[in-house]
């Protein structure tokens, strides 16, 4: 490997270790929990000498390279868990943790080495500290707003990406077909607007109907859980001893575990709740009008970029504005995935304006030839 290759590698595996240090550090100043804050704390410690490992290796090309300070990614990541919540920072760091373990695995078997099985210590830890009760993860109304987002990895502030860029794309290519098509700016502005309310209007009564779906799907199971309970709490309980095993208590702990559980019912309910179905009993899925409310407002607000040029001029300069505006916008969008995925800014902002910009163009031309043939 050519040495400006390697010390580029270098630069950006350093970075990597700095953030995540930073972050587990960030992460853990937040916790009431004693042996969580402990955790976090040796995990960033962790991080920090592989980073100053990093830095050796650098400085051996380069002698005076200083170490890394957190990047502006990684710090905008920190404020934003303040509004989204800080689950997405712990997502974030259980993709980083999964990396590296699987970078490490690679690297041993290259090099003929026998896997010790702790390459993926850390991706555990963190996913135990994830799964936590205890974890301290402060919350907000975009936080809470669709359990669906949150259950598959993504959270809140990744449906509100997703829902900016949909209500983005979908009505700057509405517009830019009716615009194709020659018409009035009334009609523009007109057809935008409806298009604006139809797919907001459509976003919310969907999130709305996924989270009302899911709250009654667990409203039901819980039911149903509470009838077994009193109905054979002997298998129940044979239940959450299996499953507590399978979790890796031993089998004299786990009935312990829940001999105790089940010395009172309520608490014998909430576990089975907890354990069997995986519900948090408090949100039950959240709130269907919250969920409803905040994708109409994420939606509205990508759709209103391309369509407000054509509120204050028209012509050929509220066309210009409109993509300007939409190029931005696509590139903001595309720029604020790389929180999830790590790629680079400009890549991600610029592939992301691309693909916004095909489908613009594509339904201009569309609307030029349907215009073209009507006239």
Sequence with gaps: MPKSASLNSLKKQLQIEVDTAYL???IAQIQDDESLKKVLKALAKI??????????????????????????????QLKLGKVFGYDSIINSLANVE????????KSKLQKGEKLTGFEHNHLKIIEAVRDSEKVNMPSSILARFEGKHK?????????????ANDGLVSNMSLVMGVVGAAVSNTTVVLTGTAGLLAGAISMALGEWLSVQSSRELHEYQIAIEEEELEASPEEEKKELILLYQAKGIDEENAKKLADKIFENKKTALEALITEELGIDKDELGGSPWEAAFVSFFLFAIGAIIPLLP?????????????????????FIIGAAITLFTGKNVFYSGFRQVFFGLTAGAITYVIGSWIGASII
């Excluded at 290796?57 to 710090?75: D, G, H, L, V, Y």
């Design 24 to 26: 587990y550090d960030s």
């Design 47 to 76: 991080e920090w000498g592989h980073a100053n490992r990093v830095l050796k290796n650098i400085q051996e090309i380069i002698p005076n390279f200083k170490m890394a300070t957190p990047s502006t990614r990684a710090k905008i």
């Design 98 to 105: 999964a990396q590296v373990g699987k970078s490490a695995v």
């Design 151 to 163: 259950s598959v990895g993504g959270n809140a502030l990744r449906a509100a990406v997703m829902g």
């Design 310 to 330: 054509y509120f204050f001029t028209s012509g050929k300069m509220a066309f210009y504005l409109s993509a300007i505006s939409s190029f931005f916008g696509l």
